[in-house]
């Protein structure tokens, strides 16, 4: 299974980016899509996930400014951020729970990861 992000980049404060993850592969059936971050000198954390019925769950520090959602028939997860803070820079990772054909569990994948900088 490979995860491909789309680019990040430089945004001002305030601004706005839409980050996407599409996942390719022997894939039978996807669970869980969801972003994290890490910050210099931090460790990784959770920014949002999403189920395959459609649940999220977000960060307490992003909740009402950034939205994921999913396509499903594109195996595709999206992360739009609004209101953009400088201490929204960070790594962003792609992850998922993937069953391939013939395994009968779900492996935990993950993207290369895109850097997003938020500054004037």
């Known amino acids: 299974v490979q995860l491909q992000a789309s680019e990040g980049g430089l945004v001002q404060p305030g601004g706005s980016l839409r980050l996407s993850c599409a996942a390719s592969?022997?894939?039978?059936?996807?669970?869980?899509m969801g972003w994290y971050r890490q910050a210099p000198g931090k460790q990784r954390e959770l920014v949002a996930t999403?189920?395959?019925?459609?649940?999220?769950r977000y960060a307490d520090s992003v909740k009402g400014r950034f939205t994921i959602s999913r396509d499903n028939a594109k195996n595709t997860v999206y992360l739009q951020m609004n209101s953009l803070k400088p201490e929204d820079t960070a790594v962003y990772y792609c992850?998922?729970?993937?069953?391939?054909?013939?395994?009968?569990?779900?492996?935990?994948?993950w993207g290369q990861g895109t850097q997003v900088t938020v500054s004037s």
């Open positions: 992850n998922t729970l993937v069953r391939v054909f013939g395994v009968n569990d779900f492996g935990d994948y």
């Open positions: 592969g022997s894939i039978f059936s996807i669970k869980t």
């Open positions: 999403i189920t395959s019925g459609s649940s999220t």
